[in-house]
C-alpha cells in the first residue's frame, strides 16, 4: 500500500533498536524479545503543521508513522508498548513479514496507551490523511480499523468504548463457554451457564443498538 501523504511529510529514517532500550530502561528479558522479533525500525512520516499543514490540537500535536520490519510473522505487541512510552506521540504502525503487510494505531492520551488496533495480515486498508485539525486526522485513521458499524458513527468515543466493550463481551463469552467445557459437576456448569447467557443478551443487545 502506498500512503498518499506529500513528500514534506518523508522521513524514512532508520532508528537503531537501542535508542529505545535506553530510553525504556528494559528488562533483560524485554530487550531480547526486541531483538528477537525486530529487524529494523524506520521512521516514515511525520505528520505535523509544518509538514502537511494541518494544526495541531492539545492532545494531538504530530502524528508519526513507523515501518516495523519483523522476524517473524506476528506483531510484537509488547514492543508496541516500549516504543509508545519512548515516544510522546500518536503512532501509526506498518508491519511487515517478507511480501506481508499489516497495520496498527494506539489509541493514546495524555501519551499514556489506552488500546491497540490491528489489521489482519494483507488486509486491504484505507487511510485518509485530511481533516479540520491533527486530532481529527488521528480519530479518522483510528476509525479506518474498527468494524464498519462504527466507522460512521458521529461520536468518536462512543465509537470506540461500544467497540472495546464488544470485544470484552466476547471474551468473556469466550472463557465462560471454555469453562463449561472443562467443568464436570453439574450444579456449577449450570451457574457458569446462567452468566453466560446474559453476557450472551448483553453482546446482542449492544449491536441491536448499533442497527
Known sequence: MILKLP?????????????FY?????????????????????????LSEETIGISKTESVTEIQIFELELKEQ???KNVLKIIDKSIPYQILYIFTYN???????????NNAVENY??????????????GINL????QKLIRAFLPEEFQSQENFTE???????????????????NKIRKEIQFNRKVETNKMLLAKRNELELLKRNLM
Open 135 to 138: 486530532e481529527s486526522v488521528y
Open 99 to 109: 511480501d506481508n503487510i499489516a497495520y496498527g494505531i494506539t489509541l493514546k492520551e
Open 117 to 130: 488496533y490491528f489489521s489482519e495480515w494483507n488486509e486491504e486498508m484505507h487511510f485518509e490523511f485530511t
Open 7 to 19: 513528500n514534506s511529510a518523508l522521513v524514512n529514517k532508520f532508528i537503531a533498536k537501542n535508542k
Open 74 to 76: 506476528e506483531i510484537p
Open 159 to 177: 465509537a470506540v468504548t461500544l467497540d472495546l466493550k464488544i470485544k470484552d463481551l466476547k471474551k468473556e463469552i469466550n472463557f465462560l463457554e
Open 22 to 46: 535506553e530510553r525504556a530502561n528494559l528488562s533483560t528479558k524485554l530487550e531480547n524479545e526486541f531483538v528477537r522479533k525486530i529487524q529494523k525500525i524506520t521512521w516514515k512520516y511525520k
